[in-house]
């Protein structure tokens, strides 16, 4: 039978599913306001910005494959330790996205000065999907099944089936809750704001 208390008696679910909403909620606040950020910040045609955004998705592909290539060669199929360079990598993506533009910034790009470095948007674009992916797809994935098997329960069907849908449960909220916490956060904090959250959720 399922241990008193469920899905929440497995240890390291909880945490993963709070890992996994700041996940969700980063990837998709990029997905859906890249276009946007941009348009209003780099100033580019929507035509153009909307082909760019792609960029970050074909990234995270590159990061999907390569997360599971380091976990089955290097890390053994530990997934959550597999992560954890990832999630760093992304933390310091997103502060130095966040310090290009205190630099925009400074330089008057968002008011007629000189126009943001497009190719360091464009690379920022790549490394934050590449980072983000990763994590997206072992959290979502696997890893609630990893948490069973590390608390000899691997063969508990249901706990395993529970574990996975708390924490891609959590994984939702993340992504429905970040439409109203991105505009908020640049609203009150301007896009480097955001960036500088992304990287502390990251971390």
Known sequence: PPPSGGVFSLAGAPSLGVAYTLVKMSRYCLMFWLPYFLS????????TAGV????????????????????DRLMGGRMLAASVPYLLC????????????????ANGATDGGAPPSFAAHALA??????????????YGGAAPRNLCDYAKRGGDAAL?????GFVNGCGSVGAIGQGFVTYKVV???????LFASLAAAMA
């Open 52 to 71: 760019l955004s792609a960029v970050f998705d074909v990234a995270g592909v590159a990061g999907s494959i390569s997360a599971g290539v380091l976990c």
């Open 40 to 47: 209003t910040h780099a100033g580019l045609a929507p035509s």
């Open 125 to 138: 674009i790549g490394l934050a999907g590449f980072f983000i992916a990763a994590p997206d797809g072992i």
């Open 187 to 193: 609203e009150v904090c301007g896009w480097e704001g």
């Open 160 to 164: 395993a089936a529970a574990a996975a």
């Open 90 to 105: 992304a933390a310091v993506t997103f502060a130095a996205w966040a310090a290009l533009c205190r630099h925009d910034a």
